[in-house]
């Protein structure tokens, strides 16, 4: 499965953003589990978040409260919706499935005081 993320881009601190991820090939429901990551500047990549096809969900503790993952196998799509962004937030933000090796592009969220 391809997956691009996108909906990225500059908030203030405070602010929200949308993340997608939609599957340009492939389909998603073939994918168990799915999960967001998250890169930032000169750190590891980091799951956040992740949501199972029966729609269980899981969430680091720096954006539990905050982000809330979904997924509309319908739409071929999961979302990440995140609230309260911080500095910390600041990063390239991927998606793929738990365990995936391959990955796309991502989407760079920077977050502004």
């Known amino acids: ?9 500059l908030v203030q601190a405070g602010g929200f ?6 599957a340009a090939s492939g389909t998603i ?8 990551y998250r890169q930032a500047p000169g750190k590891t990549r980091e799951l956040v978040a992740s949501v199972t ?5 899981a969430y680091a ?16 799509t999961v979302y990440l919706q995140m609230n309260s962004l911080n500095l910390e937030d600041t990063g390239i933000y991927f998606c793929n499935g738990l365990g995936g090796t391959v990955w796309g592009q991502g989407t760079q969220v920077t977050v502004s005081s």
Not at 1 to 9: C, E, K, R, T
Not at 17 to 22: D, E, G, I, Q, V
Not at 29 to 36: E, L, N, V
Request: glycine share 14%; charged share 20%.
């Open 1 to 9: 499965v391809q997956l691009q993320a996108s909906g990225g881009g």
């Open 61 to 76: 503790s720096s954006v539990k409260g905050r982000f809330t993952i979904s997924r509309d196998n319908a739409e071929n």
């Open 53 to 57: 096809n029966a729609g269980a969900t």
């Open 29 to 36: 429901s073939d994918i168990f589990a799915m999960g967001w």
């Open 17 to 22: 953003l949308r993340l997608s991820c939609r």
